[in-house]
C-alpha cells in the first residue's frame, strides 16, 4: 500500500518543501490507476525501446538511473508547474523541513524558460540579506549554466554546508547585463509568524504556514491583546503579501481562528466522489475584531485560502493588489526508497464555490504599492497564469497577477498604512467590513 499526503504550496523552497499533510495520512491501495489501453501498453514498449538503444549505443555510458528520472521528470514537467518528482533526499528533506527549520538560502524558487526563477525570498534569512528579489532568473551557480538542469538538480547545487558561499548570476527586468551575487549558506529558521503593536492595531505577518504557524499566530493575538487595552484596541492587519503558501492544515486552522461557522475550503479532484469540504468550529480568537488582510502578487495558494474565507464570510476585508492564483492542490505519493511523486490531483474552492486558479483573489479594496525610483520599470507583475503549463482557469478569464514589492520601512508602506488609516476610521463596534467605496483613505 502507499501512504498519499496531500499539500499546497507554490515552488520549491531552497533546503526545503513548504508542504505537509492535509488531514492525516490516509492510504492508497496500488493498483487504482484505471487499466491501461493497448495503445498505451505500445508506447510503453517504444519508451523500453529508446532506454535500451540509449543504454547501449550512445557515445558515453549513461547512467541509467540518471536516464530514468530524466525521463520522468519530463513527463511531469509536461502537466503543470507543480508537478515533480522528488529524488529520495529531497523527499526526507522535506519530511524534515515542515517543521520550518531547514538548511540553504532561504529563496522559494521553480523553474522557468529552463533557468531558475524567484518565487519570493523568504523573510531574514541569507538571499533577502543579500538582495535577491521576486522575479530574479538565475542563469549560473558559481559560473556553472542552469540550463540543461531539472529544478531538483539545481536546488542541490544551492544546498551545501553552512557557512559556505555560492555565487548566483542573476537576470533581472530592466538591468541591461546579468550580475552576480554571493550568498552565504546557513540553517533556516523560518519564524513563520511575527507581530508588533501599531499603537492602537495589533499588526501580525504571517510569512508561510508551516507546523508552527496556528501557534505562532495564537501567541501573537495573545501578546498584542496583552500589549493593547481592550478599549483601544481597533483591530488586527494580517499580512500575507509575499507568503508562498505552505501547508494547507495550517492555513485552515488559522481561517478557523477568525471564522464562527461555515465552510473554509474545498478541494475537488477529477472524480466527484474525491470532493471534501473543510468547515469551521465555533470559536473567534479575536472576538470579532475588525481584521484586514493585506495580500499582492506574492500570496499564493495556502494564504490565498485564507483570504478567500475571510473574504467570502465577510469577516474580513481584503487590501492590496491581486493575488498569485494558485489554486491547486498537490498529492505527496511515496515510492519506497525511489523518493516521492508530486502530483496536482485536485483544485481548490473558496467558500463562495470560487475557483481562484489562474485568476487570484481580487481585494475588497486595492492599494497599489509605489516602487522606489530604482526598482521602476524593473519588476513585472507576477501571477500563475504567466506559468509555462498551468492549468487553465475553470471559468472566467485568466488574470495577469499583481506586483510583489514590499517597502522595509513601515512609513513608506502604503498598503500598510491604507489598512491602519481604515481600521483607525473604524468604531470597534460598528459592523464590518464596511463598504470598501466609503473608507478608502486617499
Known sequence: MMKRLTLVGVGVVIGAVAVATLDGARWMPSGVAEAASSDTYRQLNLFGDVFERVRNDYVEQPEDEKLIETAINGMLQSLDPHSSYMPPKDFRDMQVQTRGE????????TMEDEVVKVVTPIDDTP????????????IQLDGEPVKGLTLSEAVERMRGPVNTDITVTVVRDGVDEPF??????????????????????????????????????????????????????????????????????????????????????????????????????SGDLVDGKPIIVLVNGGSASAS??????????????????RSFGKGSVQTIIPLGSNGALRLTTARYYTPSGTSIQAKGIEPDIEVEQELPD?????????????????????????????????????????QLQSALSLLRGIQVNSAFPPDPESVIPN
Open 127 to 138: 538571499a533577502a540579506a543579500a538582495g535577491i528579489l521576486a522575479g530574479d532568473y538565475i
Open 102 to 109: 531547514f538548511g540553504g538560502l532561504g529563496i522559494e524558487v
Open 304 to 321: 490565498e485560502i485564507v483570504a478567500g474565507a475571510l473574504q467570502d464570510h465577510r469577516r474580513a476585508t481584503v487590501l492590496g493588489t
Open 374 to 414: 530604482e526598482l521602476a520599470g524593473k519588476v513585472k507583475a507576477r501571477g500563475e497564469s504567466s506559468l509555462r503549463g498551468h492549468l487553465e482557469a475553470s471559468d472566467g478569464e485568466e488574470e495577469s497577477g499583481s506586483f510583489a514589492y514590499v517597502p522595509a520601512e513601515t512609513e513608506d508602506d502604503q
Open 180 to 281: 552576480d551575487i554571493d550568498i552565504t549558506r546557513e540553517i533556516i529558521k523560518i519564524q513563520s509568524v511575527k507581530w508588533r503593536p501599531e499603537e492602537d492595531v495589533g499588526y501580525i505577518r504571517i510569512t508561510q504556514f508551516n507546523e508552527r504557524t496556528f501557534d505562532g499566530l495564537k501567541e501573537a493575538i495573545d501578546e498584542l491583546e496583552a500589549d493593547i487595552p481592550e478599549d483601544r484596541l481597533k483591530g488586527f492587519v494580517v499580512d500575507m503579501r509575499n507568503n508562498p503558501g505552505g501547508l494547507l492544515d495550517q492555513a485552515i486552522a488559522v481561517s478557523d481562528a477568525f471564522l464562527e461557522r461555515g465552510e473554509i475550503v474545498s478541494t475537488r479532484g477529477r472524480e466527484d466522489n474525491e470532493t471534501q469540504r473543510f468547515n469551521a468550529r
